[in-house]
């Protein structure tokens, strides 16, 4: 059992302004940008409101909705980006938050459609592992909710093609934390880039830590035989 299964919905909702804080002090979001969802019970999920900075939330702010993405509860409107998480929460029971955000240097990645280059850090290499780009639709649609679909068994992280990037997790804290390696590790390559040239950790170095990742839990869980993982392209 994860430390959020522990807390209330009132002590969730604090953690989620808490959370929201950090991302916008950590320039990880700008203006009203980004949201936050957490798996309350099987149906219901509490989520950040629309047009709100993540710097300045209070727990009435956050919104309750079910799976269906319609509101249940609260004074403010939830996001518009609801169908982006309730699409991973519903395709991975393990998942417990969702954080999007639109972190500068993992969305420099995104915008140039690159791929964030693994075998360089064994941190990156332990916590992230592949970084999937889904491919670029219009934010708020649910077509755009489902173009992460494809990568979400085999990351809990992903790029949004001209957007930003979404992560996932056990916990808030989790997915949080993701978010953090993946723009501190985008930087991390970009400066190295300039510097370099980097030296790559070799392939028995990279399979080493691939395989602590598994045995740690850190990699996501083996899908189940029902679900179809269609995009074998990366
Ligand atoms: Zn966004």
Redesign the pocket.
């Known amino acids: 059992m994860s430390e959020i299964d522990q807390l209330d919905a009132e002590q969730i909702k604090e953690q989620i302004c808490d959370i929201g804080r950090r991302l916008w002090q950590r320039q990880l979001v700008a203006g009203i ?3 936050i969802t957490v798996r309350l019970t099987e149906n219901e999920v509490l989520c950040t409101p629309t047009l709100h900075s993540k710097g300045f939330l209070e727990p009435a702010d956050i919104c309750l909705v079910n799976l269906h993405g319609e509101q249940l509860a609260g004074q403010k409107r939830r996001s518009s ?1 609801i169908l982006l998480h309730l699409e991973i929460l519903k395709a991975r029971p393990d998942v417990r938050s969702v954080v ?3 972190p500068p240097h993992a969305t420099a990645f995104a915008v140039c459609g690159r791929r964030v280059p693994l075998g360089l850090l064994a941190e990156a290499e332990f916590f992230l592992g592949e970084v999937p780009i889904a491919p670029y639709e219009l ?1 708020g649609t649910a077509t755009f909710a489902r173009t992460v679909l494809p990568y979400v068994h085999r990351s809990n992280v992903c790029l ?1 093609a001209n ?2 990037a979404v992560t996932y997790g056990g916990s808030l804290i989790d997915a949080y934390n993701l978010m953090e390696v993946l723009d501190a590790y985008c930087r991390i390559v970009l400066l190295a880039e300039r510097l370099g040239p980097a030296q790559s950790l070799t392939a028995d170095q990279q399979a080493e830590l691939s395989q602590l990742r598994v045995q740690s839990g850190v990699a996501p869980p083996k899908p189940y035989a029902s679900d179809e993982i269609t995009d074998d392209s990366i």
């Open positions: 940008d980004g949201n980006e999007h955000s639109h934010p949004l957007h930003g």
